[in-house]
């Protein structure tokens, strides 16, 4: 089944929704949908029209009289109709049409539509951040990871607060949304500008320990100080922010979620490539240092100003 056109979707790029079958035909939606075209006749146009109480089906919106929407001259566009739109946005059901020849296909809900695109936003925050790391991709990043957890919540009921990498990035988030002053406390080192050293990713994000437990607070400052990887009085955050992204991505996977973008189809190939290999989808984000102490090596690294660090 097509959507046309969704609340969430206004440049109308539409959406193939698949549909999903039960074992008990009694209670399967395919099957009651498949039922319903079959008696209603419906080969093209909208999917659910009205039934007048002589138990005559409403016509195609592409067929409806301009003058009984309340128009003069041009028809309205169906998709531009401001009742169904009003009506389809309080139901929270997006708008399905059947395509001509084509398979029919359940209805999905504006929440679940808006958390694949929530998904696909913070896979691409990701991936920038990955590739461009600065303040600017971290901010995104943790704007879009709150973004995706709220979406969740909405669509399927769960949460990301199992995820101890979250509940971490959490709290500097909701700091840096009131404070967005403090991210340039923070310290970005692609690990080429670092002595030599042996790591699993390829930047460093620095974070004082002052400013983590002013993030913290008083509610449950130990749950956040236990989701970065402490050296001495610097935590690099950066690994929190790895597995982070692979917690949201298997939560992603149980909701069946269907994020379509690029960033997400690269993070997947890569999960799927370490599962097939065996490989642990986490890292521990364990910093070894061959020039010296390495808690030395980051508190000089995290004392350079951002200037000094952008050549």
């Not at 925050?125 to 957890?149: G, I, K, Q, V």
């Not at 949304?177 to 991210?183: Q, S």
């Amino acid at each position: 089944m097509v959507v046309r056109k969704s609340k969430t979707d206004q440049e109308g790029e539409g959406q193939a929704i698949a549909i999903g079958r039960t074992r008990q035909p009694g209670t399967c939606p395919a099957t009651a949908y498949a039922a319903w075209v079959s008696a209603a006749g419906i080969v093209t146009g909208s999917a659910f029209r009205g039934v007048d109480r002589h138990g005559h089906r409403g016509a195609p919106d592409h067929e409806v009289d301009p003058a009984r929407l309340g128009g003069h001259g041009a028809p309205l566009h169906p998709r531009h109709d401001p009742v169904r739109e009003q009506r389809r946005g309080r139901s929270g059901i997006v708008g399905v049409v059947v395509e001509e020849g084509g398979v029919g296909s359940i209805m999905r809900t504006q929440e679940e539509v808006s958390l694949d695109r929530a998904a696909d936003r913070f896979f691409r925050s990701y991936h920038a951040h990955c590739t461009r790391p600065d303040e600017d991709t971290l901010f995104n990043l943790l704007a879009a990871m709150h973004s995706l957890n709220d979406r969740m919540r909405a669509a399927c009921s769960t949460r990301l607060f199992g995820s101890r990498s979250f509940i971490g990035l959490k709290a500097l988030r909701n700091l840096f949304h009131h404070e967005v002053e403090l991210i340039h406390e923070v310290r970005i080192i692609p690990v080429s500008k670092l002595p030599p050293v042996s790591m699993d990713l390829m930047s460093v994000c620095l974070v004082g320990r002052d400013l983590i437990e002013r993030a913290a607070g008083s509610k449950d400052p130990a749950a956040v100080m236990n989701a970065f990887r402490w050296y001495g009085g610097i935590a690099d955050v950066e690994p929190a922010i790895f597995n982070m992204a692979v917690d949201a991505f298997e939560a992603l996977r149980v909701a069946g979620a269907h994020p379509s973008s690029d960033a997400y189809r690269v993070f997947e190939a890569q999960y799927d490539a370490e599962e097939d290999e065996g490989r642990p989808h986490h890292v521990t984000g364990e910093i070894r240092c061959r020039a010296g102490d390495v808690e030395e090596v980051l508190r000089v690294a995290f004392a350079q100003t951002p200037a000094s660090r952008s050549d």
